[in-house]
C-alpha cells in the first residue's frame, strides 16, 4: 500500500470514528483485498464443505461494522483487529446455528450417528468459549490470540493495536 493509501485510510478511519459513516463506504475499496485475505484465511480453518464462502464473509463483516456506532479506531491495524474480531463473530454465530439445528432438527438413531462428527463447528466454539474465559482472566492476553490467530496480524501489528 503506497504511502498516500495508507494516509487516505488513516484519515477515513478517522472520520468514521467521528461518526462520518460515509467515510466507511469510501474506506472499503482501499482495504477490500486485504479483508478478503483475512476472511479468506478465517476459513481455511473451516471444514471443507462450509456454506460460507470469502465474499459472503467480507459483506457480512461490512454490515455489522456499518453498524457500529462507538468506533474509535486510530489506524489500519486497529481496523483490521476490528473487522477480524467481527469475522470471528460471524463464524462463532455461524457454527453455533449449524449446531443447533442438527439438535433440533431430524431424529436419528444413534447407530446412525456413529461416525458423524461435528467436530470442526466446535472447535470454533470451543475456542470463542475458551477466549471468552481467557478474557475474564487476563483480556490483554485473549486479545492478542484473537489478533493473531483469527486476524493474522503480525507481532508489530499487534503491538500498535494494544500499545505496546
Same mark, same amino acid.
Not at 444413534?110 to 487476563?138: F, H, Q, R, Y
Given at each position: 500500500?503506497?504511502v498516500t493509501?495508507?494516509? %487516505?485510510?488513516? =484519515?477515513l478511519?478517522? %472520520?468514521?470514528?467521528k461518526g ?10 482501499? &482495504? $477490500?483485498d486485504?479483508?478478503r485475505r483475512?476472511? +479468506?484465511?478465517?476459513?481455511?480453518r !473451516? =471444514?471443507?464443505?462450509h456454506?460460507?464462502q470469502?465474499t459472503a464473509?467480507?459483506h457480512?463483516? $461490512?454490515l455489522r ?5 462507538? &468506533?474509535?479506531? !486510530?489506524g489500519?491495524a486497529q481496523?483490521?483487529?476490528?473487522a ?5 463473530r @460471524?463464524l462463532?454465530?455461524?457454527a453455533?446455528g449449524?449446531h443447533?439445528? *442438527?439438535? %433440533?432438527g ?5 447407530? %446412525? ?5 461435528? *467436530?470442526?463447528?466446535m +472447535?470454533? @466454539?470451543e475456542l470463542d468459549?475458551?477466549?471468552?474465559a481467557?478474557? *475474564?482472566i487476563?483480556? !490483554?492476553?485473549?486479545? @492478542?490470540v484473537e489478533?493473531r490467530f483469527?486476524g493474522g496480524?503480525?507481532? !508489530?501489528e499487534?503491538?500498535e @493495536?494494544?500499545?505496546?
Amino acid at each position: 500500500m503506497a504511502v498516500t493509501a495508507s494516509q %487516505d485510510v488513516t =484519515r477515513l478511519l478517522i %472520520d468514521w470514528s467521528k461518526g462520518d459513516q460515509a467515510a466507511l463506504d469510501q474506506l472499503m475499496p482501499l &482495504v $477490500y483485498d486485504e479483508l478478503r485475505r483475512m476472511a +479468506n484465511s478465517h476459513l481455511r480453518r !473451516e =471444514r471443507a464443505d462450509h456454506t460460507l464462502q470469502t465474499t459472503a464473509l467480507v459483506h457480512e463483516a $461490512y454490515l455489522r461494522l456499518v453498524d457500529q456506532r462507538a &468506533v474509535s479506531l !486510530e489506524g489500519r491495524a486497529q481496523f483490521f483487529g476490528l473487522a477480524s474480531q467481527t469475522m470471528r463473530r @460471524i463464524l462463532v454465530d455461524h457454527a453455533r446455528g449449524r449446531h443447533a439445528k *442438527k439438535r %433440533d432438527g431430524v431424529r436419528i438413531s444413534l447407530d %446412525d450417528a456413529i461416525g458423524v462428527s461435528e *467436530k470442526p463447528d466446535m +472447535n470454533l @466454539i470451543e475456542l470463542d468459549d475458551a477466549l471468552t474465559a481467557l478474557t *475474564k482472566i487476563d483480556h !490483554e492476553k485473549s486479545r @492478542i490470540v484473537e489478533l493473531r490467530f483469527f486476524g493474522g496480524l503480525t507481532v !508489530e501489528e499487534i503491538g500498535e @493495536i494494544m500499545g505496546t
